[in-house]
């Protein structure tokens, strides 16, 4: 705690025991002059108290240095002394009384100190222990934390084991049941043993009697074979005769194809040939038209001159002289 924390705690404790402000501010000027040796102020008072105006504090002030001073000032009043010694023996107390004020002050201020020492030292430990006690804490609720999983992972435990209980029990249930099965499963193969045995005599039996049957089946089959044989021989010497009749069919038509092959190959030439012969005919003619085309636009073009040549004619011709009268003849 800082010493203005504490200075404002015995504030504090003075103002529940002085209900009077003057009071209170004396008390205060005391508190800060003596105990803590801090010469007051009417800022200082009031900035601790503040309660009343700001002439209280400065009164309350002015009324403790006035009380001071008069407790400093020791006067020797006897009537056999003079005053020169009663001065004298007064000043002597009077600095009797200040050396002793000053080194009950150094006094206060290494117990201040001290004081002020230990506090800090007892804080310090305040402080450890509370470590000490946050992390005792910590490892308590650890602590508390594993019971309580151990204490579930116990009832999680003691559940597997009921439920493996349960479950060994219903297994020797059903592994009774299984040899009861196993037993009857037994009688049934020894049944079913004298039931087969009976059925590979009858099974025996009945392959003797195939085998018997498939070796007549095989001797007509081999007789069928050799039928078969002897139909193929004659269908390939068929065969051979229609391979020899279709190679020669087949040399004629190759033959005849060849031919209309040449056929087809003259008549596309003649073809080209009497196309090329009609392109020139086609160009002859178009030329003969051309010129033909020619020949009339000249005929027209001299036709005109000619018509222009009449016209000039005409134009230029003198008129026509007027017919002479004939003479009579003599005798009629």
């Known amino acids: 705690m800082s010493e203005e924390s504490e200075i404002q705690a015995e504030v504090e404790a003075l103002r529940e025991r002085f209900s009077d402000t003057k009071a209170l501010y004396r008390e205060v000027c005391a508190l800060l002059f003596f105990r803590y040796g801090i010469t007051p102020t009417a800022s200082k008072l009031y900035q601790h108290v503040r309660k009343g105006s700001m002439s209280a504090p400065a009164e309350a002030l002015a009324k403790f240095w006035e009380d001071l001073r008069g407790k400093a000032r020791v006067e020797i009043d006897h009537p056999d002394l003079p005053d020169a010694l009663k001065q004298a023996a007064g000043q002597a107390v009077s600095v009797l009384w200040t050396q002793a004020t000053e080194l009950a002050r150094e006094e206060l201020a290494v117990l201040r100190v001290e004081a002020h020492a230990e506090a800090q030292s007892a804080q310090a430990g305040l402080q450890e222990a509370l470590q000490r ?70 099974g025996r039996a009945a392959i003797d009697e195939a085998a018997s049957r498939a070796a007549e089946a095989e001797r007509r089959a081999l007789r069928e074979i050799d039928r078969e044989r002897t139909a193929r021989t004659q269908v390939d010497k068929q065969l051979e005769q229609l391979r020899g009749k279709f190679a020669e069919v087949e ?18 030439a003649d ?20 010129e033909l085309q020619q020949a009339l636009q000249a005929v027209a073009q001299h036709k005109a001159e000619a018509d222009t040549l009449r016209a000039m004619v005409a134009q230029f011709q003198p008129p026509p002289r007027p017919a002479r009268k004939k003479k009579p003849m003599d005798g009629h």
């Open 251 to 268: 040399r004629d038509h190759h033959a005849k194809v060849l031919e209309a092959n040449a056929a087809q190959t003259r008549l596309a």
């Open 271 to 290: 073809l080209e040939s009497a196309r090329a012969s009609l392109t020139e005919s086609a160009r002859v003619n178009q030329l003969q038209g051309v």
């Open 133 to 202: 006690s946050a992390v005792l804490e910590t490892q308590i609720q650890t602590a508390q934390t594993i019971v309580t999983e151990l204490e579930t992972r116990a009832q999680a435990l003691a559940a597997e084991l009921e439920q493996e209980r349960r479950a060994h029990a219903a297994s020797t249930a059903r592994g009774e049941a299984l040899s009861r099965q196993v037993d009857e499963l037994k009688q049934e193969q020894s049944k079913s043993r004298q039931h087969f045995s009976a059925e590979l005599d009858k």
